[in-house]
C-alpha cells in the first residue's frame, strides 16, 4: 500500500468509492455522495453492514421497502451540531433520496446476520471532550462499542479547533492481541472551514517501516492501515474529520507510541 491520500473523483454525484479491494485491506470501505435536491442514491449491502451518515442536508430513508422516514440535522459539519443516521444489517436494499443539498457518507465492513436497520438520532449523540491545550479536540460519537448496533463497523467523527493536534499524542490499533490492542483499519474523511487550507497527518510504525507525511485539502480522504496517526490544522483554520474503523473484532483497544508516553503521564497528573 503506497498512496494513502485519496482525492475525490469528482464534485458532484459519487465523490468518493473506496473498497476494501482498493484500498489493499480487509474491512473497511467508505464512499461520499453530494446530492443534490431530488436525487436518489439506491444500494444493496450484500455482505457488509453499512451505517449511513447524514452529513450535511435532509433527505428520507427506505430499508428493504420500509420507510424510516426523514434524517439530517445541520447544513453543514461546522454547525457542530450532532449527527444524524441509519444502520442497514447486511443483504439489504437501501435508498436515499435528497430533500435539500445534501451530502452523505456510507460507512461499511463485513456484516452478520442478527441486526436490524436503527435511526441514529442526533439528540442521542452528546459531545465529548479530549484533550488539552493544543491537543484538545471535540467528538461525537456516532457509532462507538459502548452502543451494540453493528457487528463490525466504529464510526465517529471529531472537531479540532485551529491550530491544534488531533489523533494525538500518537497511538495505534493495528494488532490483534485484544484486550491489549485490536486490529483496526481506519479512514479519515477530512474537512477544513475556510475551505482553501490545509492540515498535515503523518502515518508511521515505530519500527520505520511505514512513515508517510501527507498534506491534505478540504474533502479528502487520508487511509490509516497500520501505525501512528496524528493530524494537525495551522492557525486560522479549523478541522473536521469522520472516522471509519472496523477489525476482526468490533473493540477499540490502542497502544500510545513509547516516545510520546510521557505527555499522558504529565496530562493525567
Sequence with gaps: MENLLIKPLKEEGKVFDI?????????????LYKLKE???VCE??????????????????????KDMGRLGSRTSVFEKKPPSGIYV?????????????MTLAICTAPGESGFKPKRIESEEIQLLERGKGANKRFIYNIAMEDNPIASSLLVTEVFTPQGNWSSY?????????????????????????????????????????????????????V?????????????GYELYYLNVMAGPIRK????????????????SN
Design 223 to 235: 487511509l490509516v492501515p497500520r501505525g501512528h496517526h496524528p493530524c494537525g490544522v495551522p492557525y
Design 169 to 221: 499524542p500518537p497511538h495505534r490499533h493495528d494488532e490483534n492481541d485484544y484486550p491489549n490492542i485490536t486490529y483496526l483499519e481506519e479512514t479519515y474523511y477530512h474537512r477544513l472551514n475556510p475551505n482553501n487550507g490545509f492540515g498535515f497527518q503523518r502515518i508511521f510504525s515505530e519500527d520505520n517501516s511505514l512513515d508517510s507525511t501527507i498534506s491534505f485539502s478540504d474533502g479528502d480522504v
Design 252 to 267: 477499540w483497544r490502542f497502544k500510545n507510541h513509547p516516545d510520546f508516553d510521557w505527555l499522558y503521564q504529565r496530562d
Design 19 to 31: 473498497s476494501p479491494e482498493s484500498a489493499g485491506w480487509k474491512y473497511v470501505g467508505f464512499k
Design 38 to 40: 431530488g436525487e436518489t
Design 44 to 65: 444493496n449491502t450484500a455482505n457488509e453492514e453499512a451505517i449511513l451518515v447524514f452529513l450535511e442536508g435532509y433527505g428520507t430513508t427506505n430499508i428493504q421497502g
Design 89 to 101: 444489517p447486511f443483504q439489504s436494499a437501501w435508498e436515499v433520496r435528497a430533500k435539500t443539498e
